[in-house]
C-alpha cells in the first residue's frame, strides 16, 4: 500500500475545483505523516477522542475536518483548531458549536448534512427539516458560525444508479439553495460527498469535497 501513489492518483481525476480530504480515522500517526509528507494538508477524523491526540501529535499546518457524529458535550475540545465540521445534524449542535466557537473567539465553518440514504442508520438533516430550519433560524444570530454548504452519505449498496440518484438529490437541493437569497451567515460553496467506493460518482454529480479512507491508507483494522 504506497499511500502517496494512492493520493496521486485520486487526485489526478479530480476536477480542479474538488477537493481531497483523507480520512485517516483508525489510522496511526506514522501513515497520516507519510500521507502529509507527500503534500496531503487536509485530514478527516470522525471522533473527537482520536482527532485531539492526533492534532497534538502532528504539524500544525495540517487542517483538520470532524466528519463523524459530534457530539454536543465534546465539541469544546476540538473548537480551538478544528478547520471544517462537515455534519452538522441539528440545530442545537450547531448552537453549541457557536457557543465554543465564541469562547476561543473563532468563526468556525460547519456543513449541514442532509439524509439522503435509504438506511435509517445515516444522521441528518431531512429536505423538509432543511427547508424548516432556514425558515425558522435566524442563523445571523449565530456569529461564531458560518454554515459554507451541505455533506452527504449516500447508500451503502453496489447499485451506482441509486447512488447516482442520491448524490444528483444532493446537488439538487443544494443548487436549489444556491439560487435563493441565503440567511446572513449561510452560503452554498461546499458540497461534501463521496467516500472511497463511490467517489467518482460524486465528483460526476458536482462534489467539490470527497473523503477518501480506506483507497488511501488501505482497509481498516
Ligand atoms: C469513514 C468515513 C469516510 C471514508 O470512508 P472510506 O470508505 O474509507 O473512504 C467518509 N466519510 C465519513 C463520514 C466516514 O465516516
Not at 454536543?72 to 453549541?96: C, G, Q, R, T, Y
Not at 456543513?111 to 427539516?129: C, M, P, R, W, Y
Not at 436549489?176 to 467516500?195: A, T
Amino acid at each position: 500500500m504506497n499511500i502517496k501513489n494512492n493520493i496521486q492518483n485520486i487526485i489526478q481525476n479530480l476536477s480542479p475545483g474538488c477537493k481531497l480530504i483523507a480520512v485517516s480515522k483508525n489510522n496511526p500517526i506514522e501513515k497520516i505523516k507519510e500521507a502529509h509528507d507527500s503534500g496531503q494538508i487536509r485530514f478527516g477524523e470522525n471522533k473527537v477522542q482520536e482527532l485531539v491526540p492526533k492534532y497534538e501529535a502532528l504539524s500544525k499546518d495540517i487542517e483538520w475536518h470532524m466528519i463523524g457524529h459530534l457530539q454536543s458535550n465534546k465539541v469544546k475540545f476540538i473548537a480551538p483548531f478544528i478547520s471544517l465540521i462537515h455534519s452538522i445534524d441539528s440545530l442545537k449542535l450547531l448552537e453549541e458549536v457557536n457557543k465554543q466557537a465564541l469562547k476561543v473567539n473563532r468563526i468556525i465553518p460547519c456543513l449541514l448534512q442532509v439524509h439522503i440514504a435509504e438506511e435509517e442508520t445515516k444522521f441528518g438533516f431531512s429536505n423538509d427539516e432543511l427547508k424548516a430550519a432556514f425558515d425558522s433560524t435566524d442563523f445571523g444570530r449565530l456569529n461564531n458560525v458560518r454554515i459554507v454548504g451541505l455533506m452527504g452519505m449516500a447508500t451503502t449498496t453496489s447499485d451506482t444508479e441509486q447512488i447516482k440518484r442520491e448524490f444528483s438529490g444532493l446537488k439538487g437541493i443544494f443548487d436549489n439553495l444556491r439560487s435563493i437569497r441565503l440567511p446572513d451567515h449561510v452560503s452554498m460553496v461546499e458540497l461534501s460527498m463521496g467516500m472511497s467506493s463511490d467517489y467518482s460518482l460524486a465528483v460526476a454529480c458536482g462534489s467539490t469535497m470527497i473523503r477518501v479512507g480506506s483507497a488511501i491508507f488501505g482497509e481498516r483494522s
